[in-house]
């Protein structure tokens, strides 16, 4: 299972940190990614991270202001978010695959988990 939390009403320009706690025993081999859906768009990746949190990648709209972060012994991954913009405001969630951070950039994952809400005022 899949639990995001965190998000919250921030100003622009504000921070929030994300978590996202997985159940399971192969959170420590899965590449993570973060993903978020604003009304009336298509779900997007906006950060990947691999098992060991070495390699970390982004979508340009976030590069420079999302940071990516795992802790493996809690089976956690986080996403501390600055300089936060109207644009941000969506849905946010996680999702995993043990096959590498190659796989993460897809919508066809057997579930999603409980996303968390982001809301960015302008």
């Known amino acids: 299972q899949l639990q995001a939390s965190g998000g919250g009403l921030v100003q622009a320009g504000g921070s929030l940190r994300l978590a996202c706690t997985v159940s399971?025993?192969?959170?420590?081999?899965?590449?993570m990614g973060w993903y978020r859906q604003a009304p009336g768009k298509q779900r997007e990746l906006v950060a990947g991270?691999?098992?060991?949190?070495?390699?970390?990648d982004y979508a340009d709209s976030v590069k420079g202001r999302f940071t990516v972060s795992r802790d493996n012994a809690k089976n956690t991954v986080y996403l501390q978010m600055n300089s936060l913009k109207a644009e941000d405001t969506a849905v946010y969630y996680c999702?995993?695959?043990?096959?590498?951070?190659?796989?993460?950039?897809?919508?066809?994952?057997?579930?999603w988990g409980q996303g968390t809400q982001v809301t960015v005022s302008s």
């Open positions: 999702n995993s695959d043990v096959r590498g951070m190659r796989w993460l950039n897809r919508s066809d994952f057997a579930s």
């Open positions: 399971g025993n192969i959170f420590r081999s899965s590449a």
């Open positions: 991270i691999n098992n060991s949190g070495v390699r970390k």
